[in-house]
């Protein structure tokens, strides 16, 4: 009676624990069919930046995580951008995965491409008010910081460089 106490405690403690686990993993479906887990990318630290290939303003954040993706090459970064385009043909803001193979190939996007159809998951987890924006998480898989967001072109400010401090900082 002990044993199958013991077993039954044991089996339980593992469920809840695989349980909790999988209520923290990120995971958004790349345009190739993998799944990633954003957050389970221990050891490195994760950019992301997060848009839809009908905002204007994503063309400069593609700039941006281009130029990132390109200084940091060959270190413990990784560069994901999150399409936040709706999956939904009913939707205004729909986009096909070849619409945003476009928006990929137009822009000249060298990092991995996720989607997450109208931002329900990024905007909710990360408390997202404003796209495009940009996220950073540590090599534990946690957020650094808030969010960059609200980005206007017309400002003299470098978002590579400020992005490019908060990696160096945790590299």
Not at 3 to 9: E, G, M, Q
Not at 48 to 56: E, H, K, N, V
């Amino acid at each position: 009676m002990k044993t199958f106490k013991v077993l039954s405690f044991a089996l339980f403690l593992i469920f809840a624990v695989t349980l909790a686990a999988s209520a923290q993993s990120i995971v958004f479906a790349s345009l190739d069919g993998d799944k990633i887990d954003v957050e389970a990318q221990k050891g490195k630290v994760v950019v992301m930046a997060i848009g839809a290939s009908w905002l204007p303003l994503s063309n400069d954040q593609a700039d941006t995580i281009n130029k990132l993706a390109k200084r940091y090459s060959g270190k413990e970064v990784a560069f994901y951008f999150i399409a936040t385009d709706s999956a939904s043909e009913k939707s205004k803001n729909y986009a096909s995965d070849d619409d945003i193979r476009k928006f990929v190939k137009r822009n000249k996007l060298n990092v991995t491409i996720l989607r997450d159809s109208e931002g329900k998951t990024s905007v909710q987890k990360y408390k997202l008010d404003q796209l495009p924006a940009f996220i950073i998480l540590d090599k534990t898989g946690k957020p650094d910081g808030d969010a960059i967001s609200g980005i206007d072109p017309l400002d003299e400010i470098d978002t590579a460089e400020i992005l490019s401090r908060r990696i160096d900082k945790l590299l």
